[in-house]
């Protein structure tokens, strides 16, 4: 059996936590993964992982054989993308994770751009605002909102992206427009949006001249999406903050009203975020280098 591939097999489950989600990821019958491990450990007399019926954990010689043969794999990537003159003319698979709203208004309108630029890449963008396990899904980069928590991640900082307060004009047709906003705590309904990990809803926060204030607000719907954040507000059922990106051409085109306009809203953070261990290869650059230049020149985004 060829080594290299029982190599990279190996690599993959430890790196999906079971061999079902490598098989899928690597695109192999289940069976053959197990063989090609059983294979490597037979060939090196070690037992590399543990298996139950649910889990897959490594062993210490496991671990310290990942450690060593996922930079000899980084390596060979690299030769073999110098070889292939991959630098000048990216190609192959990239997989993608991205914000529903971010993908919709900003990323696929403007695919044609980057498929002009690299014809030979084939994208496959997982749409979600769900926070994906890079490593176990098998995602080559996500774009991601907010502060990082985790540490073992490479993040390039691409943009932030400002929060504006919003209603809609029925629903201040209806309930007065809020003048401060401890208001929308009192005296109007808020729409939340939650974590889809831990189910809390994110306040809504608002600044003046160092006062800082974070509103929670009664609410008759909350989500975990951000069209569906945009689509509740747009209904009138309540105030809330939402992307400038998607506020702007709304406000705009009179379908939503801005609030509390002398108040300032957060303002996320955007990053394309990558696994340390995986090959920074052509496409993932090209990719990351492409969106941070249309970031860069989004008129509601700031850098």
Known sequence: MDQIQSIRVFARVVEAGTFTKAAES????????????????????????NRTTRRVTVTPD???????????????????ASMTNAQASPSGRLRVDVGTSVAQQIIIPALADFYRRFPDIQL??????RIVDIVADNVDCVIRGGELTEQSLVARRVGNLPLMAVASPAYLQAHGSP????????????????SSRTGRPYPQEFEKDGEKLEVSGRYKVSVN??????????????????????????????EL??????????????YVVY?????????????????????????QMSR
């Open 257 to 270: 009203v801005q609030v509390l306009p002398d108040w300032t809203c957060p303002t996320i953070p955007l």
């Open 26 to 49: 690597l695109d192999l019958p289940k069976g053959t993964v197990t063989k090609l491990v059983q294979h490597l450990e037979s060939r090196l007399k070690v037992k590399l992982l």
């Open 225 to 254: 999406e951000s069209n569906a954040l945009t689509a509740a507000v747009l209904a009138g059922l309540g105030v809330s903050q939402i992307g400038a990106f998607t506020a702007v051409p709304l406000i705009q085109r009179g």
């Open 62 to 80: 496991g671990a310290a054989y990942y450690e060593r043969t996922v930079r000899v794999l980084n390596d060979l990537d690299d030769i073999e």
């Open 275 to 299: 696994p340390p261990n995986r090959h920074l290869s052509a496409k993932v650059r090209a990719f990351v280098e492409w969106v941070a230049e249309l970031f860069a020149g989004h008129p």
């Open 179 to 194: 003048g401060h906003p401890d208001e929308l705590e009192r005296a109007h309904t808020v729409v939340n949006f939650f």
């Open 124 to 129: 496959d963008l997982g749409v979600t605002d």
